[in-house]
Nanobody, 125 residues
Framework: VQLQASGGGLVQAGGSLGLSCVGF????????MAWFRRPPGKEREFVAG???????NYADSVRGRFTISRDNAKNTVYLQMNSLKPEDTADYYC????????????????????WGQGTLVTVSS
């Protein structure tokens, strides 16, 4: 199973950007998919997660600005980022697991089996 993320780039503060991540694999049936990020010089942090197509949760820092969604038929998870701030600058990583994680578990990277490569998002002030 492989996850391939795309959509990063440079954007001005207040702008929008969309990320996507598609999973490849004959038997890949993700239960939970999520986005994490690693800001420069900082630890990896949870951004948003989704179980199935209905249950979603967000980090406090992005709630109301970011939206996670997924297309199960395409094994793809998206992250729409609006009202971007310079502090959103980071390498963004998608993650997936076949488990259906409860809300409180989705922010723990240890629960995810599969990771995509990072895609860099840079927000200029």
């Amino acid at each position: 199973v492989q996850l391939q993320a795309s959509g990063g780039g440079l954007v001005q503060a207040g702008g929008s950007l969309g990320l996507s991540c598609v999973g490849f694999g004959r038997t890949f049936t993700p239960g939970t998919m999520a986005w994490f990020r690693r800001p420069p010089g900082k630890e990896r942090e949870f951004v948003a997660g989704t179980r199935g197509s209905i249950s979603t949760n967000y980090a406090d820092s992005v709630r109301g600005r970011f939206t996670i969604s997924r297309d199960n038929a395409k094994n793809t998870v998206y992250l729409q980022m609006n009202s971007l701030k310079p502090e959103d600058t980071a390498d963004y990583y998608c993650a997936a697991t076949t488990s259906n994680l409860i809300t409180s578990a989705r922010s723990n990277p240890k629960h995810y089996n599969y990771w995509g490569q990072g895609t860099l998002v840079t927000v200029s002030s």
